[in-house]
């Protein structure tokens, strides 16, 4: 900003000085040079600050990619830089080519640069935003940085230590670690109660990156199946 409003004081200085210089050049053809000055100069200025600050597209990882996945992925990739899995395999279903649920789809939640969440359901939406219906489970993914909670931190969030009476229900599977796919070290949130139950976790780092799995109420062996799943679909 400094920049242009000293570029802006440059070029009124010479605009003047170029009309004191040369009185046959009217004023008003000066004063159009100086704002045709300004205009190119702003535009190169916007056009430099839209490459600093868009990401870079995100690589996908994902080997199997349902054929209603596709359009909501290519979205995703334009907007974080976060690698993108996916899981080939979802909670009680039997394979990939034979699901329980046909026709789930994803909606894009959050995403920035640096993480993204996903929700897997059946939807109406004609965008990647809006419109879940029949929840069927969730990813996201982050860069670690010194300030990603830990998964033991998010754990004691979600299950609010020492609060028993603000969530009077609780999976009966304790948290734990969990040997994943490839030899990658998880960690089990399971769900709370209350009101509704929240979602079982599996939480994740691979190469600098944050993942987790999760569904509404969800045991551990399904959400240790869904975390292989999407480990497995990858190079």
Same mark, same amino acid.
């Given at each position: 900003?400094?920049?242009?409003?000293?570029?802006? !004081?440059?070029?009124?200085?010479?605009?003047?000085?170029?009309? $004191?210089?040369?009185? @046959?050049?009217? #004023?008003?053809?000066?004063?159009?040079?100086? /704002?045709?000055?300004?205009?190119? #100069?702003?535009?190169?200025?916007?056009?430099?600050?839209?490459?600093?600050?868009?990401?870079?597209?995100?690589?996908?990882?994902?080997?199997?990619?349902?054929?209603? #996945?596709?359009?909501?992925?290519?979205?995703?990739?334009?907007?974080?830089?976060?690698?993108?899995?996916?899981?080939?395999?979802?909670?009680?279903?039997?394979?990939?080519?034979?699901?329980?649920?046909?026709? !789930?789809?994803? !909606?894009?939640?959050?995403?920035?640069? $640096?993480?993204?969440?996903?929700? /897997?359901?059946?939807?109406?939406?004609?965008?990647?935003?809006? &419109? @879940?219906?029949?929840?069927?489970?969730?990813?996201?993914?982050?860069?670690?940085?010194?300030?990603?909670?830990?998964?033991?931190?998010? +754990?004691?969030?979600?299950? &609010?230590?020492?609060?028993?009476?603000?969530?009077?229900?609780?999976?009966?599977?304790?948290?734990? +670690?969990?040997?994943?796919? =490839?030899?990658?070290?998880?960690? #089990?949130?399971? /769900?709370? &109660?209350?009101?509704?139950?929240?979602?079982?976790?599996?939480?994740?780092?691979?190469? &600098?990156?944050?993942?987790?799995?999760?569904?509404?109420?969800? =045991?551990?062996?399904?959400? @240790?199946?869904?975390?292989?799943?999407?480990?497995?679909?990858?190079?």
């Amino acid at each position: 900003m400094k920049r242009f409003a000293v570029k802006i !004081l440059c070029l009124i200085t010479i605009g003047v000085f170029l009309v $004191s210089c040369n009185p @046959v050049e009217s #004023f008003s053809q000066t004063i159009a040079q100086i /704002f045709t000055s300004i205009k190119s #100069f702003d535009s190169q200025l916007v056009a430099s600050h839209l490459t600093a600050t868009s990401p870079k597209e995100a690589k996908v990882l994902a080997i199997q990619i349902r054929p209603k #996945f596709k359009k909501c992925v290519d979205e995703l990739k334009k907007i974080t830089s976060v690698p993108i899995i996916l899981p080939a395999l979802f909670p009680y279903e039997v394979d990939i080519e034979h699901p329980i649920n046909p026709d !789930l789809s994803i !909606l894009i939640g959050n995403a920035t640069d $640096s993480n993204y969440s996903l929700t /897997f359901g059946i939807t109406t939406a004609k965008n990647c935003f809006h &419109g @879940v219906i029949g929840r069927g489970g969730k990813l996201t993914g982050e860069k670690i940085t010194s300030t990603t909670k830990t998964a033991i931190q998010i +754990y004691e969030e979600l299950h &609010g230590i020492g609060d028993s009476e603000f969530h009077p229900y609780k999976s009966p599977e304790q948290a734990s +670690y969990v040997l994943l796919a =490839r030899d990658i070290e998880g960690y #089990f949130i399971p /769900f709370i &109660g209350g009101a509704s139950a929240s979602d079982s976790l599996i939480v994740w780092d691979q190469n &600098g990156y944050r993942y987790s799995v999760g569904f509404k109420a969800g =045991r551990l062996n399904k959400l @240790v199946e869904m975390a292989n799943s999407t480990i497995e679909n990858q190079p």
